[in-house]
C-alpha cells in the first residue's frame, strides 16, 4: 500500500507536501499520461456541440460553426467541451489547482496591470473551475501540436515545442516549490523580459531578427490597444450623441434588440441599476467606475468558443466625450468542466470566473466584476465584466515559425506554472514531475495522439455542416 495521506498535508509541512507529490508519482506513473485513445463509448462529438448551442442565441450559432470550420486550430478552439470529455477518462495526480479549463495557446496573452505594467499571463478563464492541473497542461501542450500541423511543421519540430511546453512548466514549478513563499506567489513575467528572452534566442542562435521585430510589434500594438482605439474603431457621433456603431449580426445595438413596449428610459434604468449593483464586486472602496455614467449599450460576438453566449459592449463617459470607457459583459455559463469535476463551490458563474482569474493571473484588470441580470426574454443569466481593452495582445499563431513557437511554447509553460503555483499544491507538483524529462516525452506523445483525435473531431464536424446538421454561416 502507498504510503499517502488521503488528504493534502498541512500547507506548513513542506516535507509531507514533498511525499505526498512522490506517492502520487508512485500510484500515477509519468508514463501513464503517454498517448491517447478513445474509449468505446467516447461519446459522439457533433452531439455534444449540439447540446452545447442549445442555451445559445440561434441566429448566432452558425457564426462559432463558422469560425470553428475554417481549422483544425479553430476547430479545437472552440471543442474545450470535447477535450474536457476526453480528459475525464485519463489518468490524473490526484493534486488539485484552480485550472483555466481551457488553456491552448490563444489564451495567453499580455495586458496591462491597474500599476499600468504590462504582463504575460493567462487571459481566458471561463472554464475555470478546481481541477486537476494536468487537463491545463495536456490542453496547452496538445493547442502547440494542432497548430504546428496547421503551419506544415516537421515531426521534429512540433515534438521539440511540445516537450519545451512541459520542460517550461516543469522547471518553473520546480524552482516555484524551491522558492520563498513570497516569491513564489508574487512571481510574474513582464513584456520586458519576453522582449530580452527572443533577443537571447536570436544571439544564441545567430537567428534573424524577424522574430524579434514581430515580438516588439506584438508588444508595441498592445499598448496601443487600450479604451480610447477600441473607442475609436466602435463609437460614433450620432446627431451630437456618442453610439456604438451597428455592424449586425456582429454588432447590434441595445434598441435594435429591445422587445415591442419596452421603452428606452426603462433601460436605461436598468443598466444603471446593474452597474450600481457590479460596482459593489469591484475592489475598493472607492472605485473610478462612480465617476462614470451610462451612454449606450450593444451586443457584441467574440471569440470562437464563446460564440453565440451572451456579450455586450457598454459605453461609459468621464469628464466629457474625449473621456471614456468601454466595459465588456460576457454571460457566464456553467464551466464545461462542471459535468466531469462537479458543480462549482459559486452559486453565481461571474463570480466563479473572476474568483478564478483573480487567483490564477499575477495582476488582474480594476474593473473585473460580476453581475447578474434579468433580459428581455424574461431568464436570469450570469455575467462577468471588465475593461474592453486594456492594453491587450498575442501571438498570430498563423505565422508562427517553428523557432519562435519552441521559444513562445516555453513562455506559455512556465506562465501556466505560475499560475498552478499559486492556486495549489507547488511542492507536490513539482515532487511529482521529478527532474527528468519523463513527462516531457509523454504529454508530448499524448498532444499527437490528441491531435489526430481532433483532426477525426474536425472532419465529423466538417461533414455534419456539410450535411446540413448543422448550420454555419458564411465568413466574410
Known amino acids: 500500500m502507498i504510503d499517502q495521506p488521503s488528504t493534502a498535508p498541512p500547507p506548513t509541512d513542506f516535507a509531507a507536501r514533498a511525499e505526498w507529490g512522490r506517492a502520487a508519482r508512485r500510484r500515477v506513473p509519468r508514463s501513464t499520461h503517454a498517448g491517447w485513445r478513445p474509449p468505446e463509448d467516447r461519446p459522439d462529438p457533433v452531439a455534444l456541440l449540439e447540446e452545447q448551442a442549445a442555451g445559445r442565441v440561434p441566429e448566432l450559432v452558425p457564426i462559432r460553426h463558422a469560425r470553428m470550420l475554417v481549422s483544425p486550430f479553430t476547430f479545437y478552439r472552440g471543442a474545450a467541451l470535447l477535450m474536457a470529455s476526453d480528459l475525464a477518462t485519463t489518468p490524473d495526480s490526484g493534486i488539485t489547482v484552480q485550472i483555466c479549463g481551457d488553456a491552448h495557446l490563444s489564451n495567453f496573452g499580455l495586458f496591462g496591470t491597474p500599476e499600468r505594467r504590462m504582463l504575460f499571463d493567462i487571459n481566458d478563464f471561463d472554464e475555470t473551475l478546481p481541477g486537476p492541473w494536468e487537463w491545463d497542461l495536456k490542453r496547452l501542450v496538445a493547442s502547440f501540436e494542432v497548430a504546428g500541423r496547421h503551419r506544415g511543421f516537421t515531426d521534429a519540430e512540433r515534438d521539440a515545442v511540445d516537450r519545451n511546453v512541459?520542460?517550461?512548466?516543469?522547471?518553473?514549478?520546480?524552482r516555484a516549490a524551491e522558492s520563498r513563499v513570497l516569491d513564489a506567489w508574487y512571481d510574474r513575467l513582464d513584456a520586458d523580459q519576453v522582449a530580452a528572452w527572443v533577443r537571447a534566442e536570436r544571439d544564441a542562435r545567430r537567428a534573424a531578427d524577424r522574430q524579434v521585430k514581430r515580438t516588439d510589434e506584438m508588444i508595441t500594438k498592445a499598448r496601443t490597444r487600450d479604451s480610447l482605439r477600441a473607442f475609436s474603431k466602435l463609437v460614433q457621433n450620432v446627431d451630437g450623441r456618442l453610439r456604438i456603431a451597428a455592424d449586425p449580426p456582429l454588432i447590434v445595438p441595445l434598441e435594435d434588440l429591445r422587445p415591442a413596449g419596452r421603452t428606452h428610459e426603462e433601460d436605461v434604468e436598468a443598466i444603471r441599476r446593474i452597474l450600481r449593483d457590479y460596482q459593489a464586486t469591484l475592489p475598493g472602496s472607492r472605485h473610478p467606475l462612480v465617476e462614470f455614467s451610462y451612454v449606450h449599450m450593444a451586443r457584441k460576438v467574440v471569440g470562437v468558443g464563446s460564440v453565440g453566449t451572451r456579450a455586450w459592449i457598454i459605453l461609459l463617459r468621464g469628464r466629457d466625450d474625449d473621456d471614456p470607457l468601454l466595459l465588456q459583459a460576457k454571460q457566464a455559463e456553467a464551466s464545461v468542466l462542471e459535468r466531469y469535476l462537479g458543480p462549482s463551490g459559486y452559486g453565481h458563474h461571474g463570480e466563479r470566473v473572476v474568483r478564478g482569474q483573480r487567483l490564477m493571473q499575477a495582476a488582474s484588470d480594476l474593473f473585473l466584476g460580476w453581475q447578474r441580470v434579468e433580459g428581455h426574454d424574461g431568464i436570469v443569466r450570469d455575467f462577468y465584466l471588465r475593461q474592453l481593452n486594456d492594453w491587450k495582445g498575442g501571438v498570430d499563431p498563423g505565422i508562427m515559425v517553428p523557432a519562435g513557437a519552441k521559444l513562445y511554447a516555453r513562455v506559455c509553460g512556465e506562465t501556466l506554472a505560475r499560475a498552478h503555483a499559486r492556486s495549489g499544491d507547488r511542492v507536490a507538483i513539482a515532487a511529482y514531475l521529478g527532474?527528468?524529462?519523463?513527462?516531457?516525452?509523454?504529454?508530448?506523445?499524448?498532444?499527437?495522439?490528441?491531435?489526430?483525435?481532433?483532426?477525426?473531431d474536425y472532419a465529423a464536424f466538417a461533414e455534419a455542416v456539410a450535411s446540413g446538421r448543422l448550420k454555419a454561416a458564411e465568413l466574410a
Not at 166 to 174: D, H, N, Q, S
Not at 438 to 456: C, G, I, K, P, T
Open 166 to 174: 512541459v520542460r517550461g512548466y516543469r522547471e518553473r514549478m520546480t
Open 435 to 456: 527532474s527528468s524529462d519523463r513527462f516531457d516525452r509523454a504529454l508530448a506523445e499524448f498532444a499527437s495522439d490528441y491531435a489526430d483525435q481532433n483532426e477525426r
